[in-house]
């Protein structure tokens, strides 16, 4: 399996870009329009509590900012994703992520000015005027954040270190992406596949176990050669984190990460005690892996490997597209032709090219709309990463169409609810049209997984990451050799007493990008639980709950998260969602013991 450059990949297969900017000259010239509003933004320092006309000038000016400054930097960092090694887009996004830091440096007056607004004078401003309403929201998430805004002069330095602290993700990903190569990996018959952080997955998928433990311990032996350097960016990650929680005045990173988006500390912490209280479910999934897949010892390399005969046939992309389109009609006309609309205008970049970053993401913050980066691969894991990055797109597409820019962008602890929802949706889907025991049983496994991958291993991560920055806050050193102790213990507490922990797992961290991405994996768990209770809804109740979920949809950033998905139906302040997706979780396990 060789991996195209690319300058071999058909158009047809990659993105259009030339929606944001025709080609890297306009660019360059929207880069210049959007550098010039540090001088726009700079002639309003000062004059924030003038007058209510000033102040709505203010914000309308800050809106162009933001949607011009979101083509800028999506032009940059998409073109630069699809080949770090084009030195001339890694320049691009260079130039894009100073400009960014500068313009916003010049606005850092913005919120200790409006701090300092007496609510008399407030309240007066929005009756003078009344297009501030438009931006009361925005009002309120800064003044309800009192106790952490500092005066203009320590914004402003904090401001301006935004560029130097995004350096150990920056360190990070091109080391992962373009400089860190692996052997190939060698099957029972001496094949060689190329092993990549792309490829690594669906090697492990493959029934021949002699490439799933080759391509297994060439990565993480390989990943062992660099793991001082990534231990490193983390410890520079959690020192930032660390700086700019204490110089805001938050007690942990946890807190300034959660407050940023109203998520109370305790749906964290919630979270993983729900999961240890269910982990029995998961050794029951971990026994019943080792038993279908017939061996003596199961190994973390046996982890990806489908359990159900028959469950690794092809899906190729075009009957991806049909299924997604198929299953997602219960959402209604406008949601299918607005998917038709993304695969039609070319929003989304399709298979792995050299040096193309891995994964896959949808670029909520990219206009005049969402860009979906894949690396697709022809099964049914790709089937649902794909249906999973479209429900991101098409929740990024509704609250920008819907909300004014201001609200427009919706806050991560939801980021996940969507596109989750669309998973369970083409689950049912699926099952529903099938007949076949083994073929269920594959699906109900594939469905097995997703909860294994996103509640139980996210949030794994999840506590890692919360041991990272407990670590960092008591001013302990993140050394290798500490993570990887701490890690595999973890492990082991997570997969139970049928599972192989070895020293070769104990290095995972160091592959995993959300690392750097400030308490973000959490919300994988917490998002799946919310969307199989509004999924469930929507096949149950029909129309009522569809019109529901799209108000969600539509909601952006207007209310508080958990207030928004109180509109569809779930109460995440309460721990019921998490625990009503396990015990479905424990139905399925039910279920697929009675098949096999």
């Not at 090694?85 to 130039?95: I, R, V």
Request: hydrophobic share 40%; glycine share 6%.
């Amino acid at each position: 399996m060789s991996i195209p450059k690319r300058s071999e990949v058909p158009a047809e297969y990659t993105w259009d870009l030339t929606a944001i900017f025709e080609n890297d000259a306009a660019w360059e010239s929207g880069l210049k329009e959007f550098s010039a509003y540090a001088e726009k933004f700079a002639a309003y320092q000062g004059h924030l509590a003038d007058s209510a006309a000033s102040l709505l000038a203010f914000f309308r000016l800050s809106d162009e900012a933001e949607v011009l400054g979101g083509k800028v930097s999506g032009y940059a960092s998409l073109g630069a994703d699809v080949d770090l090694s084009d030195s001339q887009h890694q320049a691009m996004l260079g130039k894009a992520r100073s400009a960014i830091i500068s313009v916003y440096r010049a606005a850092a007056f913005q919120a200790p000015e409006i701090m300092a607004i007496p609510q008399e004078t407030l309240d007066r401003f929005l009756k003078e005027e009344p297009a501030l309403k438009e931006y009361e929201r925005s009002l309120y998430q800064i003044r309800r954040k009192a106790a952490h805004i500092l005066s203009p002069a320590e914004e402003t330095l904090l401001a301006g270190a935004q560029e130097i602290a995004g350096a150990p993700d920056r360190i990070g990903s091109t080391l992962r992406n373009t400089e860190l190569r692996f052997p190939d990996a060698v099957d029972s018959e001496g094949g060689k596949h190329t092993l990549t952080n792309g490829t690594l997955v669906p090697l492990l998928e493959s029934a021949d176990r002699a490439l799933r433990r080759d391509a297994y311990e060439k990565y993480y032996d390989r990943l062992g050669d660099f793991k001082n350097t990534i231990a490193a960016t983390l410890e520079g990650q959690f020192k930032k984190l660390r700086y700019f929680a204490n110089a805001r005045h938050y007690e942990t990173t946890l807190e300034a990460s959660l407050n940023d988006t109203e998520v109370p500390v305790a749906v964290y912490h919630n979270l993983i005690a729900a999961v240890h209280d269910n982990l029995d479910k998961m050794y029951r999934y971990v026994a019943l892996r080792k038993r279908l897949l017939s061996v003596d010892e199961l190994h973390m390399y046996d982890v990806y490997r489908p359990i159900i005969e028959g469950s690794d046939k092809k899906i190729y992309f075009d009957e991806a597209k049909a299924n997604v389109l198929a299953a997602m009609q219960v959402l209604g006309d406008d949601y299918v032709a607005l998917l038709n609309r993304a695969f039609d205008e070319r929003w989304i970049d399709i298979y792995e090219n050299e040096g193309k970053r891995g994964g896959a993401y949808s670029s909520g913050g990219a206009r005049p709309h969402p860009y979906i980066l894949l690396n697709h691969h022809d099964n049914l894991d790709a089937n649902f990463t794909l249906v999973h990055e479209l429900g991101h797109s098409m929740h990024s597409w509704f609250s920008k169409e819907n909300q004014p820019v201001s609200t427009a962008d919706y806050v991560i602890f939801v980021a996940e609810v969507a596109s989750t929802c669309n998973e369970v949706l083409l689950m049912n889907y699926m099952l529903d049209h099938t007949t076949d025991k083994k073929e269920r049983a594959a699906l109900i496994n594939h469905f097995l997984d997703q909860f294994k991958g996103t509640i139980y291993r996210q949030t794994m991560f999840a506590e890692f990451e919360l041991m990272m920055g407990q670590m960092a806050e008591n001013g302990e050193t993140l050394t290798a050799d500490i993570l990887c102790e701490k890690y595999k213990a973890l492990n082991a507490l997570y997969f139970g007493p049928d599972m192989v922990t070895d020293d070769r797992i104990a290095l995972e961290w160091a592959r995993i990008p959300h690392f750097f991405y400030n308490y973000y994996v959490f919300q994988y768990a917490t998002g799946f639980s919310a969307a199989v209770a509004i999924a469930k809804r929507i096949l149950k109740e029909g129309a009522p709950a569809v019109a529901d979920y799209k108000r969600f949809l539509s909601g952006g950033s207007s209310q508080d998260p958990v207030s928004l998905l109180k509109i569809a139906g779930v109460d995440m302040s309460s721990p019921k969602p998490v625990g009503e997706a396990l015990a479905y979780f424990g139905e399925l396990l039910d279920e697929i013991e009675s098949l096999v």
